[in-house]
């Protein structure tokens, strides 16, 4: 984020861009003859951000130099999807005008295609981006920061020569103009990828080493099985090469039929993978941004093949080597059912065994470490009420409501109407919203204490609120008293304080009737309150720095309207539009939700880890407990002759199940052993994305062990049983 000086700044004095551009959000409430007004989401941004970001245009043209300057024409470009939804794809828009705020705007271009994430939401762009409603010129010369900026390399400049030369403006810029509030602040050079992907890099990163340790498993019990083939086709394999087969040709035989069974396996796995991304979009539909689409691109389709090709190859490997080595001799002059290079076989299906449980147990470890932390988080309490409440957001122009009194008399009005309707029990409006990921920060220092400079002050985050906002929300106030409407303009400028930042500010001592100094104009308020801490940012965070301000004092012309009712907050819809209407028919309502909704919403990618590592886990924990009966079938089948002796010279059954049994818990535990020696060392790397949750947690460690070792007890037991119900007799007569 950058202020409009330093934006400037960079933008002359850079020589790594090709471009440099800057924009910002906004809404804007569209009206149209015999139409209910609706808002857009907007961006305001300079010319150059199209050419900037590589877009183009379906028709008429980018801004020119004229509309970009202050004080312009007001024109707009509108996006592919409102030019085709609202405008029905008429070419003919291009040089009428809409109605935006109430002020009609020249339609000089549409987007040629449809907007990626992160601006799939964004459905109209206007130009000159300084000009910020809410700021005063001097608040914005003065180092404001609002601007999102976007540059395009040079060619021929890497990345790293153009962090380089951010780094030198960022503090060139700070020597040049210490006196300005965003001097302090450091600005980093981040790929459009980067951007994007943002914190959830590592958690793409988890998931992809889940994927791969379920398809390792899945290679494991693949080979298990050609392995086992390959006991039964050594008499085969050796007429064969009696005959004149070559072992390349064995190898390839062998590598043929795995990866023709790999080939079927993926395409199997891309239909079902087709089929069920609907059934994945509907499960995480309330984390997903608007607008996402779900699709498998060629890439992905071609990455999965190549996969497939690998799995292959890795599968087949082991038998095809093993098979090129068999001993003609030995082979047919054996007649035993045992064949040679039984042994070794049986220790590469062990070994196997041992691998599958390594990681099967590693990834329950990791998942049940996960979903204990979502666990935590869920049942934390976010410190105010979310059920049967409801928000919405309203934008009202700067061209009709001018003053802040016109600002906090508009929203006031509304609250009122909102508060007629039976169904509300309480109503009221803010400039930020709990858990919606942003908010406005402001610079204050501590009358009484040092002075620093502006740069060095400290921050906190400032809500714009209404009198019922802590009422609507159920927020306890813990000293002092919440604002009335007798905090006005021209009456004395006073504020509330969260309860973390008041023992911070003034630990052992009243908050309240303590003086701050706000914002780079050092506006002096007393703070009349304190109330209860919320989780504003995130349940995994701890409470912000909160500085409320009363709106009467302070007037937005954005702000959120929430309602609370004992009812379906959904059913509170249609009252705020009706509400807003009341009071200005001309302006709407947009980005309605539920604060259970948004809650909901907050968990995001936890949520989203914790369930698909889950789903992962337990998906190789059913391959490895197939893969340990397959294994132990096998064995039995191998040794039923051993087995009809041992019951011939008076082993019991209980004592062949034993056997049967401590062969397969032998490797199971082994595997146990390392899958928990390799969880505990890697479990630090979990530790940035749990919560409240240790990674060497007993409870974890315990019950995937006991998990673990029930299922191995059953994957173990049929095998067992079906031994020991061996005929000794039948079991001679057959050798």
Sequence with gaps: ????????????????????????????????????????????????????????????????????????????????????????GRESLVGETVNLNGVSHAVVGILSAKLGSPLAGTQALLPRPFEFPGLTPAQLQNGAG?????????????????????????????????????????????T????????????????LIAVAFVLLIAC?????????????????????????ATRTQLIRQFLTETTVFSLIATGLGVFISVWSLDAIKVFLANQLPPNTEFSLSGLTLAFTVA????????????????????????????????????????????????????????????????????????????????????????????????TPKQQADFYNQVIEKLKSYPQVKHASASFNLPLSGGSARILYYVQGQSVV??????????????????????????????????????????????????????????????????GSAEVKVEIVGVTGDMKTNGLNLPPADQLYIPLRQFGRNAMAILAQTDGDPNALQPLMRSAVAAIDPAQAISFFTTMDTALQQSFGIQR?????????AGVALLLSAIGLYSVLAYAVTQRTSEIGIRMALGAQRGQVISLILSQGLRLVALGLAIGLGLAAAGGRLLGSMLYQVEPLNLLVFGGVTLLFAVVAVFACLLPSLRAARVDPIIALRTE
């Design 146 to 190: 609002f601007l999102q900026t976007t540059a395009r390399l040079k060619p021929g400049v890497s990345f790293q020569q153009a962090d380089a030369e951010v780094r030198t403006l960022t503090a060139a810029y700070r020597a040049a103009f210490p006196s300005k509030q965003d001097t302090a602040g450091n600005n980093e050079l981040r």
């Design 192 to 207: 459009w990828a980067d951007e994007l992907v943002g914190s959830t890099r590592q958690t793409f990163y988890l998931l």
């Design 220 to 244: 494991a019990n693949v080979s298990n099985l050609f392995l086992s083939r390959l006991t039964a086709r050594h008499k085969e394999i050796a007429v064969r090469l009696s005959l004149g």
């Design 1 to 88: 984020v950058m202020s409009v000086p330093k934006y400037e700044f960079f933008r002359d004095q850079q020589k790594s861009f090709a471009s440099i551009a800057a924009s910002s959000f906004s809404t804007h409430t569209l009206t149209r003859d015999g139409g209910e007004p609706e808002q857009l989401t907007t961006l305001t941004v300079t010319a150059s951000w199209i050419s900037t970001l590589g877009l183009t245009l379906a028709h008429g043209h980018n801004f020119t130099k004229e509309e970009d300057t202050p004080g312009g024409p007001p024109v707009v470009i509108l996006a592919y999807d409102v030019w085709q939804t609202k405008f029905g």
């Design 453 to 518: 400079p502006l740069a060095k002050r400290p921050i906190a985050d400032m809500c714009v609120i209404t009198e019922d906002y802590f009422a609507t929300l159920q927020v306890a106030l813990r000293a002092g008293r919440f604002f009335s409407p007798l905090d006005r303009e021209g009456a004395p400028n006073v504020a509330l304080i969260n309860e973390s930042l008041a023992k911070r500010l003034f630990p052992g001592e009243s908050a309240v009737g303590k003086i701050i100094v706000r």
């Design 608 to 616: 989203i880890v914790a369930w698909l590592t889950g789903v992962f």
């Design 307 to 402: 996969v497939s090709a690998v799995a292959a190859v890795v599968i087949g490997l082991v038998p095809a080597l093993q098979a090129s080595k068999t001993d003609i001799a030995e082979v047919l002059k054996d007649t035993a059912r045992g064949t040679p290079g039984g042994a070794k076989g049986g220790r590469t299906r062990s070994v196997l065994i041992i691998v599958e449980v390594v990681l099967s147990v590693i990834l329950l470890v990791g998942s049940g470490l996960l979903l204990l932390s979502f666990v935590k988080l869920q049942s934390t309490p976010p410190g105010f009420r979310t059920t049967g409440v409801a928000s919405a957001y309203v934008s009202i122009p700067n061209q009709r409501y001018r």
